[in-house]
């Protein structure tokens, strides 16, 4: 039975990275995957209600997800609708393609570590739009912010999901993960930008429509300053929300998004319906991409349906009993974390050793914190950013396996080799 789950996953993976030769959506493709994995485990299954417990127990985790992605998706449309980003677009006077390269990757680096991948990747894709009209030439700077807001994310305890897991499990410390994986994290973002410059050249062409598609009214300088400031502010507060309260993420995003209701409707409460009406949170709620989020819940159905049945402890064992060295255990298992979601394969990590086998701080938590934060920007499925620029630019799963990957897997592989070696030379 475990085997007919493993046989559905792939064909539903394979449906999704051929969305376009198939012409089937990938959200379609996602959900029936999830839904036949659970299936088919549930009817191989004896006890029923223990299955049916776990799918409640997942739906939990995967709700956070969602509700997180809704909320960031819907503070970043109400910034968008205000025009909010144009107080970075105007500062940013550019043209060259190489140039904003430099200018977007380490920006998405520096804010992921703030904020964390998912989040970085929304507001960055979206400040990209405003500023390059070419479909493919957004895909190619939607790319890059996937490897920056991942390597951002791996060295900051607050930027990546499984970095936060292994800092709360004991296995890091704070300061320490600084520390270590910030050169590793930036080599990983420097080499494949050093490599898309000697491709991707040239002069972007800016949109034409730069203000509120369809808007009534223009918003006033001090309108998309407010809304702007106060997004980004709240944006940045849901970690250190999460830190004081010890909360899960998507509630800070939730008050966050409360927050700004109140702010956007006091701001144009004096204005008549049909000039405020594109201003408001129910007008944001339409415009973000509901079938990304539908796309989100069949993917991880699917992946926590692999989880549950133990395919993914089983495959962390056989790497543990047949690789051996913690060097190609951590890389194997990064790896392994750009096809399936790197949380259920770091908890499987964190269950097979103990704090006697691994104390705190030890080389391989710290490279295994490394490896499954940038391991999956290999494939654009392989992250929370991957997916929400998946859904976001609607780039195709090929496309990004074509220009993308080998780019992500050259950083990955030189990060990798810039921690082992500062490890033999710091103590």
């Known amino acids: 039975m475990e085997w007919l789950i493993i046989l559905i996953f792939i064909i539903g993976y394979s449906a999704i990275a051929f969305e376009h030769t198939i012409k089937i959506n990938k959200a379609a493709s996602a959900l029936i995957t999830g839904v036949l994995c659970w299936t088919v485990f549930i009817l191989g299954a004896d006890d029923k209600n223990h299955i049916t417990s776990q799918l409640s127990a997942h739906l939990g985790e995967l709700s956070q997800v969602l509700f997180f992605l809704m909320g960031a998706m819907t503070i970043v449309e109400l910034i968008d609708a205000h025009d909010g980003f144009e107080i970075i677009t105007q500062r940013i006077k550019t043209k060259d393609k190489a140039r904003l390269l430099w200018i977007i990757g380490l920006l998405s680096f520096f804010l992921s ?12 894709i979206s400040l990209v739009r405003k500023l390059v009209a070419e479909e493919k030439d957004r895909w190619m700077f939607a790319g890059l912010i996937i490897i920056a807001a991942n390597a951002g994310g791996a060295w900051s305890p607050i930027g990546d999901v499984t970095t936060t897991m292994l800092w709360i499990g004991g296995q890091i410390t704070a300061w320490n993960i600084i520390v270590k994986l910030l050169l590793p994290a930036l080599f990983s973002l420097l080499v494949p930008i050093l490599l898309m410059r000697l491709f991707f050249k040239g002069k972007i062409k800016e949109p034409v429509q730069l203000f509120t598609e369809g808007a009534a009214t223009a918003t006033t300088k001090k309108e998309r300053t407010i809304v702007f400031v106060t ?29 700004m209701w109140i702010i956007t409707e006091a701001m144009h409460n ?5 000039d405020r009406k594109n201003f408001t ?36 064992g056989w790497m543990d009993t047949h690789l051996k060295d913690q060097n190609i255990i951590a890389g194997s298992i990064g790896l392994l974390s750009a096809v399936v979601d790197n949380v259920p394969l770091v908890a499987a990590v964190q269950g097979m050793y103990d704090m006697n086998t691994y104390p705190a701080d030890h080389y391989f ?17 392989g992250s929370a950013a991957g997916i929400a620029a998946m859904g976001l630019e609607k780039i195709n799963f090929i496309w990004y396996l074509k220009r993308i990957s080998l780019l992500a897997l050259a950083g990955y592989l030189s990060g990798a080799l810039v921690y082992i070696i500062q490890s033999k030379i710091l103590p």
């Open 365 to 381: 938590w710290e490279f295994l914190a490394y490896c499954t934060g940038t391991g999956g920007s290999i494939l654009i499925i």
């Open 270 to 274: 004096g204005k008549g319906e049909e």
């Open 231 to 259: 997004g980004i502010a709240l944006l940045l507060m849901v970690p250190v929300f999460k830190t004081l309260t010890h909360l899960p993420p998507f509630m800070g995003m939730m008050i966050g998004l409360g927050l």
């Open 281 to 316: 949170v129910a007008y944001a709620l339409r415009k973000i991409d509901t079938s990304s989020i539908l796309f989100f819940l069949g993917i991880l159905l699917a992946i926590a349906a692999l989880e549950s049945a133990e395919q993914l402890k089983i495959a962390a």
């Open 113 to 124: 570590a703030i904020l964390d991948n998912l989040t970085t990747a929304i507001v960055m």
